[in-house]
């Protein structure tokens, strides 16, 4: 598709259980993001990957939280031991430009995956 | 790190009116400044953005002015139109910053017919 995909685009979990959240980036976009946005806030910055590497991970909450992105493209945000705090969408967005670039670069988000935690 | 403060948190405008957000951020070195539309339930979109060479953009009915040494930034959207309902955001952004983008807290903007 011609923008960032993410799926579930709902997901239902009870308390203690393990959750993955899937983004595929619009194709060729080197830099992806995942941020959090509770209800009523702006999205928080979870992690940022440019290529395979995580080039900064300082927003994920604990460790219950963790993210890969093996091949440069999709990513896999997982949540381990799910709390009802966690509850809230997850949105993916991508980019042409990331770290280090002088000229920052628009993201462009999907849809989003709304997780609630009962 | 940089925090962004936007307020109002809601505003109501008659269709027809200009509507003014406005954006405080605190590291002087951010240098890009976004506004985001997101309508209920949909993805937050760019509607215009701003770097900090410059003090003001228009694009059609949207404008934004930045003010770089009082490090304040608002959208203006005039004669507004039902379809403008939405929660718009800003954001600043520090260069080579990994995080990207600091968001504010969103302004929900209500046209009323």
């Known amino acids: 598709g011609a923008g960032v995909s993410q799926t579930p685009s709902n997901k239902v979990t009870e308390k203690g259980k393990y959750v993955e959240l899937r983004c595929d980036p619009i194709?060729?976009?080197?830099?992806l993001y995942w941020y959090r946005q509770s209800l009523g806030q702006g999205p928080e910055f979870l992690i940022y990957f440019q290529g395979t590497g995580a080039a900064d991970d300082s927003g994920l909450p604990n460790d219950r939280f963790f993210a890969v992105r093996p091949e440069g493209s999709v990513s896999t945000l997982k949540i381990q031991r799910t709390e009802r705090g966690d509850s809230a969408v997850y949105l993916c967005?991508?980019?042409?430009?990331?770290?280090?670039?002088?000229?920052?670069?628009?993201?462009?988000f999907g849809e989003g995956s709304r997780l609630t935690v009962l | 790190g940089e925090n962004v403060e936007q307020h109002p948190s809601t505003l109501s405008v008659q269709e027809g009116d200009s509507a003014v957000i406005k954006c405080t951020y605190s590291?002087?070195?951010?240098?890009?400044f976004p506004w985001y539309k997101q309508e209920l339930g949909k993805r937050p979109q760019l509607i215009i953005d701003i770097r900090s060479n410059v003090g003001e953009k228009k694009d059609q009915r949207i404008a934004v002015t930045l003010n770089k040494t009082a490090k304040h930034f608002s959208l203006h959207i005039t004669e507004t139109q039902p379809e403008d309902s939405a929660v718009y955001f800003c954001?600043?952004?520090?260069?080579?910053?990994?995080?990207?983008?600091?968001f504010g807290s969103g302004t929900q903007l209500t046209v009323l017919p």
């Open positions: 967005a991508s980019s042409t430009r990331g770290q280090g670039s002088t000229n920052t670069g628009e993201l462009f």
């Open positions: 954001a600043a952004s520090i260069p080579g910053s990994a995080r990207q983008l600091t």
């Open positions: 590291d002087s070195a951010s240098n890009y």
């Open positions: 194709s060729g976009h080197t830099a």
